[in-house]
Protein backbone atom coordinates (compact mmCIF):
# COMPACT_ATOMS: atom_id res chain seq x y z
CA UNK A 1 0.00 0.00 0.00
CA UNK A 2 1.44 3.66 -0.58
CA UNK A 3 2.91 5.33 2.90
CA UNK A 4 2.19 8.85 3.16
CA UNK A 5 3.96 10.77 5.29
CA UNK A 6 3.46 14.70 6.55
CA UNK A 7 5.96 17.29 7.51
CA UNK A 8 6.55 20.98 8.10
CA UNK A 9 4.01 21.88 10.40
CA UNK A 10 4.15 24.10 13.74
CA UNK A 11 3.23 27.24 15.18
CA UNK A 12 2.89 30.53 13.21
CA UNK A 13 1.31 33.85 13.56
CA UNK A 14 -1.61 35.51 12.09
CA UNK A 15 -0.85 36.62 8.58
CA UNK A 16 2.18 34.09 8.71
CA UNK A 17 2.79 31.13 6.25
CA UNK A 18 4.13 27.62 6.39
CA UNK A 19 4.74 25.08 3.90
CA UNK A 20 3.77 21.17 4.07
CA UNK A 21 4.87 18.64 2.18
CA UNK A 22 3.72 14.60 1.87
CA UNK A 23 6.33 12.24 1.25
CA UNK A 24 5.10 9.55 -0.90
CA UNK A 25 6.41 5.31 -0.86
CA UNK A 26 4.91 4.90 -4.22
CA UNK A 27 6.81 4.75 -7.58
CA UNK A 28 4.28 5.38 -9.55
CA UNK A 29 2.98 8.00 -7.97
CA UNK A 30 2.25 9.92 -10.77
CA UNK A 31 -0.84 8.37 -11.09
CA UNK A 32 -2.68 9.15 -8.25
CA UNK A 33 -4.80 12.22 -7.33
CA UNK A 34 -3.96 13.99 -4.31
CA UNK A 35 -5.33 15.73 -1.80
CA UNK A 36 -5.10 17.99 1.21
CA UNK A 37 -7.40 17.51 4.66
CA UNK A 38 -7.94 18.77 7.79
CA UNK A 39 -9.66 18.85 10.72
CA UNK A 40 -10.20 21.04 14.11
CA UNK A 41 -10.73 19.69 17.33
CA UNK A 42 -14.38 18.88 17.68
CA UNK A 43 -14.66 19.21 13.75
CA UNK A 44 -15.27 16.99 10.65
CA UNK A 45 -12.24 16.61 8.51
CA UNK A 46 -13.05 18.94 5.55
CA UNK A 47 -11.55 19.60 1.78
CA UNK A 48 -8.75 21.78 1.62
CA UNK A 49 -7.33 21.04 -1.72
CA UNK A 50 -6.61 18.59 -4.57
CA UNK A 51 -4.38 18.14 -7.61
CA UNK A 52 -5.34 16.02 -9.95
CA UNK A 53 -3.34 13.26 -12.12
CA UNK A 54 -1.61 14.09 -15.28
CA UNK A 55 -2.55 17.49 -16.00
CA UNK A 56 -2.32 18.61 -12.33
CA UNK A 57 -5.11 20.70 -12.29
CA UNK A 58 -6.35 22.07 -9.12
CA UNK A 59 -9.02 22.79 -6.84
CA UNK A 60 -9.74 24.26 -3.71
CA UNK A 61 -12.19 25.24 -0.99
CA UNK A 62 -13.70 28.50 -0.66
CA UNK A 63 -12.08 28.86 2.88
CA UNK A 64 -8.39 28.92 1.27
CA UNK A 65 -8.55 29.92 -2.56
CA UNK A 66 -6.56 32.76 -2.96
CA UNK A 67 -4.38 31.88 0.18
CA UNK A 68 -3.15 28.29 -0.03
CA UNK A 69 -0.87 26.38 -3.12
CA UNK A 70 -1.58 22.81 -3.96
CA UNK A 71 1.47 21.31 -6.02
CA UNK A 72 3.23 18.08 -6.49
CA UNK A 73 6.43 16.78 -8.14
CA UNK A 74 6.29 12.92 -9.35
CA UNK A 75 9.72 12.46 -9.60
CA UNK A 76 10.13 13.38 -6.36
CA UNK A 77 7.11 11.80 -5.53
CA UNK A 78 6.20 14.91 -3.11
CA UNK A 79 2.87 16.33 -2.50
CA UNK A 80 3.34 19.92 -0.81
CA UNK A 81 0.54 22.60 -0.06
CA UNK A 82 1.70 26.51 0.62
CA UNK A 83 0.26 28.06 2.84
CA UNK A 84 0.03 31.97 3.38
CA UNK A 85 -2.00 34.55 5.13
CA UNK A 86 -2.96 32.25 8.15
CA UNK A 87 -5.66 32.76 10.28
CA UNK A 88 -6.46 31.15 13.81
CA UNK A 89 -9.53 29.21 11.78
CA UNK A 90 -7.05 27.55 10.08
CA UNK A 91 -5.45 25.70 13.11
CA UNK A 92 -6.20 22.26 12.49
CA UNK A 93 -4.55 18.57 11.89
CA UNK A 94 -3.63 18.33 8.22
CA UNK A 95 -3.28 15.32 6.19
CA UNK A 96 -2.51 14.38 3.09
CA UNK A 97 -4.40 12.09 1.21
CA UNK A 98 -3.96 9.52 -1.90
CA UNK A 99 -6.61 8.12 -4.44
CA UNK A 100 -6.10 5.57 -7.26
CA UNK A 101 -8.65 7.66 -9.46
CA UNK A 102 -9.46 10.14 -10.86
CA UNK A 103 -9.87 13.28 -8.19
CA UNK A 104 -12.38 13.84 -5.81
CA UNK A 105 -13.47 16.53 -2.56
CA UNK A 106 -14.70 13.86 -0.55
CA UNK A 107 -13.20 12.10 2.32
CA UNK A 108 -14.64 8.76 1.88
CA UNK A 109 -13.29 8.39 -1.86
CA UNK A 110 -9.74 8.89 -1.19
CA UNK A 111 -7.74 5.08 -0.44
CA UNK A 112 -4.65 6.01 1.44
CA UNK A 113 -4.01 8.64 4.23
CA UNK A 114 -1.09 10.27 6.02
CA UNK A 115 -1.00 10.27 10.05
CA UNK A 116 -1.55 14.05 10.43
CA UNK A 117 0.56 16.81 11.22
CA UNK A 118 -0.73 19.73 13.29
CA UNK A 119 -0.57 23.66 12.17
CA UNK A 120 -1.70 26.04 15.19
CA UNK A 121 -2.12 29.86 14.30
CA UNK A 122 -2.10 32.39 17.03
CA UNK A 123 -3.84 35.63 17.24
Known amino acids: QVQLVESGGGLVQAGGSLRLSCAAS????????MGWFRQAPGKEREFVAL????????YYADSVKGRFTISRDNAKNALYLQMNSLKPEDTAVYYC????????????????WGQGIQVTVSS
Open 97 to 112: AARGAAWSTKTYDYDY
Open 26 to 33: ERTFGRYA
Open 51 to 58: ISRSEGNT
